[in-house]
């Protein structure tokens, strides 16, 4: 398997502009996480779904993230309008099973600046 | 106060020293304790998990965890220069394990 999938990479950006990253869980896995980290807050889990429905979005700092999991292999979390304070690397994890010690498996992180 | 805390060091070694790391916690729901690895631009990966108190050894690395200190260790021994990375402890709840908190990282360098 290819593991977790993010793109972009890299995205750089300017103020007020949308910002759209994606997001291939690995296959068969039923929950899928979307992390920041940053140096100020380090890693910050923002919202995670189960069977493509969200659980918990307590984590989502504000109204302009949203994040959406139409099937079972894709998912998205936008940022609208983005300001340079999202600068951030934005992580997306899978994991197969509730069991706690299953482990999330990571993504490779796309890179956000906003100008 | 942060939920986890965790030096973010630099720590630099000499190759075949013995790693300490840590993190304290102040939530006494945390059952699960996990560390993870993270090299430079990579996402994190799985080292080590354990449940409630005690010790766990996998190789080269040993998991501590005293609940009733919330002071999680991990140690490594005779450490590698490739074992240079950023350690993330993190932790759960019994009645929410996927929502885990995670501690800054703490910055290891180990030197040939």
């Known amino acids: 398997d290819a593991g977790v999938i993010q793109s972009p990479r890299h995205e750089v950006t300017e103020m007020g502009q949308e910002v759209t990253l994606r997001c291939k869980p690995i296959s068969g896995h039923d929950y899928l996480f979307w992390y920041r980290q940053t140096m100020m807050r380090g890693l910050e889990l923002l919202i995670y779904?189960?069977?493509?429905?969200?659980?918990?979005d307590s984590g989502m700092p504000e109204d302009r993230f949203s994040a959406k999991m139409p099937n079972a292999s894709f998912s998205t979390l936008k940022i609208q309008p983005s300001e340079p304070r999202d600068s951030a690397v934005y992580f997306c994890?899978?994991?197969?099973?509730?069991?706690?010690?299953?482990?999330?498996?990571f993504g490779p992180g796309t890179r956000l600046t906003v100008l | 106060q942060k939920e986890v805390e965790q030096d973010p060091g630099p720590l630099s070694v000499p190759e075949g020293a013995i790693v300490s790391l840590n993190c304290t916690y102040s939530n006494s729901a945390f059952q699960y304790f996990m560390w993870y690895r993270q090299y430079s631009r990579k996402g994190p990966e799985l080292l080590m998990y354990t449940y409630s108190s005690g010790n766990k050894e996998d190789g080269r690395f040993t998991a501590q965890v005293d609940k009733s200190s919330k002071y999680i260790s991990l140690f490594i021994r005779d450490s590698q220069p490739s074992d240079s990375a950023t350690y993330l402890c993190?932790?759960?709840?019994?009645?929410?394990?996927?929502?885990?908190?995670f501690g800054a990282g703490t910055r290891l360098t180990v030197k040939p």
């Open positions: 993190a932790m759960s709840a019994l009645d929410n394990n996927n929502d885990m908190r």
């Open positions: 779904f189960n069977n493509n429905v969200p659980i918990d």
């Open positions: 994890a899978s994991k197969l099973g509730l069991a706690p010690d299953n482990e999330q498996f």
